[in-house]
């Protein structure tokens, strides 16, 4: 039974490596792609020389997200009638990255459509031109939309950009970014230009996970979980405790239809907070993680006395149903609440109850049949609260009066012995004695009668 289990854990705990594996195959966040939350100051940007940190030469792409006030003066730029010209040019485009890849294009409605809900970010115009425009088709007549900050001037302003720039590579002063709201100002590349971008997210993460009290368990295979052993050294008969630290898989099955049951969600990976950590599953929403318990047993032993026991543990199926926060993840450990979902469901495979099995104690740790009496009815030595050396001395006292019962029973069987032999002597010599006498009376019996004169 043991083996079985043994290889059912075996083929578990390879299935949701495979899974995993699967998984990390499916969705890896690109290394040279960064996400950087803390806009560059004008202090920074006016500095033509400084060095580049470890992070950033490893980042071919970096996006730097909106702050919140930078966010909403955003939206009032866009979304608002200003009386200009701004709304006849409400076809202005922004880019879409998927894990630092272009995915797509949205428009300016699309923004003030979503009320901002998106995760927007900032890409230098040079970024842009040299991993993205060659992906472009130059046969569009696009715009798109920037921010062009001026360290001279100290200000910063929103402004728009021909397709074709990026198309052709312009680097030099036919590039021009015209302001959106008025169109007065215009800047060139030698500006701080940023292109504006949306972040895609990358998976869903199931956070702040509160399970209702109802759950359905159905029971499966029992599973050796280790070996121990209990041990009275005492002289005492008292309960003894004991604990046992075991290893398992524990294998997690998501209902994602109870989750993706909501409109709005895309078919995203899913990162689901469990035991204190996040869980990564895959497309069918399953996974596994390690898990390490300890199992506490006891049992009431005599004095002087050890038993080894077996801890048997019961798998169980928990149908468990759930309310859950769903953020969307980004990469980098950025997150983005997204929405509240409810009836969510989920399974675990997991060991619920443990037992021991114990087995009988060996010859050698049992002691003397004597001391196996009822504690009350123990003489004064033998009571509850004798000592250790009093339960020795009791001990050898009982050792030297059993010694003489051998020898009584050796000399009864010496004496019995005697006594037969001097039996036997004595009847064999009367036997003989019989005999010689029946020899000398046989003769005398065959003589004739006397004759009478």
């Known amino acids: ?183 007065d100002n215009f800047y060139g590349v030698e500006d701080n230009i940023n292109v504006l971008v949306e972040l895609q997210p990358l998976m869903y993460q199931l956070r702040n996970i509160t399970y209702s009290p109802w759950r359905n368990v159905t029971n499966s295979y029992k599973m050796r979980l280790g070996s121990s052993v209990l041990r009275n050294p005492s002289g005492q008969r008292k309960p003894i405790y004991g604990s046992i630290n075991y290893a398992f898989v524990e294998k997690i099955r998501l209902n994602i239809s109870s989750v993706y049951g909501q409109s709005s969600l895309k078919r995203l990976p899913l990162l689901l907070e469990h035991r204190g950590s996040v869980l990564e599953l895959d497309a069918a929403g399953v996974g596994g993680m390690d898990v390490q318990e300890q199992a506490y047993f006891g049992r009431t032993m005599d004095a002087k006395t050890e038993v080894q026991l077996q801890v048997i543990g019961q798998w169980m199926d928990q149908h468990r149903e759930f309310t859950a926060d769903i953020y969307e993840y980004y990469g980098h450990g950025l997150l983005l609440y997204k929405q509240a979902i409810a009836g969510g469901r989920v399974t675990f495979v997991r060991i619920d109850s443990t037992e021991p099995a114990f087995e009988a104690p060996e010859s050698q740790n049992l002691a003397k049949a004597s001391l196996f009496v009822d504690p009350a009815a123990m003489p004064a030595k033998l009571s509850v609260n004798s000592s250790v050396s009093e339960w020795h001395e009791e001990q050898q006292e009982d050792e030297n009066n059993s010694s003489f019962y051998p020898w009584f029973v050796l000399s009864c069987l010496l004496i019995g012995i005697v006594v037969l032999v001097l039996v036997y002597g004595v009847v064999r010599v009367n036997n003989k004695k019989n005999q010689q006498r029946q020899k000398y009376e046989l003769p005398n019996a065959n003589k004739p009668p006397p004759t009478v004169a």
């Open 1 to 183: 039974m043991s083996n079985q289990c043994q290889n059912l854990i075996a083929l578990l705990s390879c299935g949701v490596l495979l899974s995993t594996c699967g998984l990390c195959l499916a969705y890896q966040e690109r290394p040279d792609f960064c996400i950087d939350t803390e806009p560059l100051l004008l202090d920074d940007i006016s500095k033509q020389v400084f060095v580049l940190s470890e992070k950033q030469l490893r980042c071919n792409v970096t996006a730097t997200t909106l702050t919140a006030k930078e966010k909403e003066s955003l939206i009032d730029t866009l979304c608002r009638d200003h009386g200009s010209t701004l709304g006849q040019h409400s076809h202005h485009h922004y880019f879409k990255l998927h894990n630092g890849e272009l995915n797509g294009r949205g428009t300016q409605q699309d923004i003030c459509a979503q009320s901002a809900r998106s995760m927007l970010a900032w890409v230098p115009y040079k970024t842009m031109l040299l991993q993205y425009g060659h992906e472009l088709n130059p046969k569009e007549r696009l715009s798109y939309m920037a921010k062009a900050t001026s360290v001279e001037r100290e200000k910063t302003e929103l402004c728009h950009f021909r397709h074709t720039d990026l198309v052709n590579g312009v680097q030099d002063n036919l590039f021009t970014c015209v302001v959106m709201i008025f169109e």
